[in-house]
């Protein structure tokens, strides 16, 4: 009859128990290594691969009048979605009021290359004393947002700085104050009647003064004639 292959039998060495962690490390290497290496861990992950939009500009973008209202407007844009609340920094600028009365970012939505994206908006108002150029630093914009797979990605960014240039208003001739306003209103009062005063009497005068887009730390004092 048909004659019985031999079967063949080999002793593999003994692996010693020193060597099993370093032949676990080496498996773990080489799983880790296939692992694709595009994850988006950071902000600037993300920012280079165009899911994050971080900006800031200045409404109006051309040069306002000393004291005029002007803003800075930062934007967060992602085609996916906030994961956390977003937090800015302070802004000061040398010789301008800065006011930033938001507690919350205003939230919309956008299409962008047929894709919708997820957009909040802050705002910073900036009312230059003087004429002249005003140097508008950076912001740090602390976010947190959805990545790849929608992993949650946290970290702070810094908008590039801008420049406010401000001038002084086209007035014939020349005012030492001014102020600017889409309506200014005064008014004053007298806490009693000015008729039949007599030597003695004494009246207290109060003027008020109301301004659209303007603290009162801008308004000037009022100057009394002699």
């Not at 080999?10 to 595009?38: E, K, N, W, Y």
């Not at 990605?153 to 401000?166: H, N, S």
């Amino acid at each position: 009859g048909r004659k019985a292959r031999p079967t063949l039998w080999f002793r593999l060495p003994h692996v010693g128990r020193a060597l099993r962690p370093t032949i676990s490390a080496l498996l773990g290497f080489i799983l880790l290594a296939a692992l694709p290496l595009h994850a988006q861990d950071t902000l600037q992950d993300l920012i280079d691969a165009d899911q994050l939009r971080i900006t800031a500009r200045l409404d109006p973008a051309e040069p306002v009048i000393a004291t005029q209202r002007a803003k800075l407007v930062i934007e967060i844009a992602t085609p996916n979605w906030f994961t956390g609340g977003t937090k800015l920094g302070p802004l000061q600028v040398r010789n301008a009021i800065v006011l930033q009365r938001q507690t919350f970012g205003n939230n919309s939505s956008r299409r962008i290359d047929g894709q919708t994206w997820a957009v909040q908006g802050w705002e910073y108002e900036i009312f230059p004393r003087y004429p002249g150029t005003y140097e508008i630093p950076g912001v740090e914009v602390s976010v947190q947002v959805a990545g790849e797979a929608g992993a949650s990605v946290r970290g702070e960014t810094i908008p590039a700085p801008l420049t406010l240039e401000a001038i002084a208003p086209s007035i014939d001739p020349p005012a030492e104050a001014w102020v600017v306003s889409p309506d200014l209103r005064m008014r004053s009062t007298w806490d009693q009647p000015l008729e039949d005063l007599v030597t003695g009497n004494a009246r207290q005068r109060t003027i008020t003064i109301t301004a659209e887009e303007l603290p009162s730390m801008v308004l000037p004092a009022p100057v009394y004639g002699e």
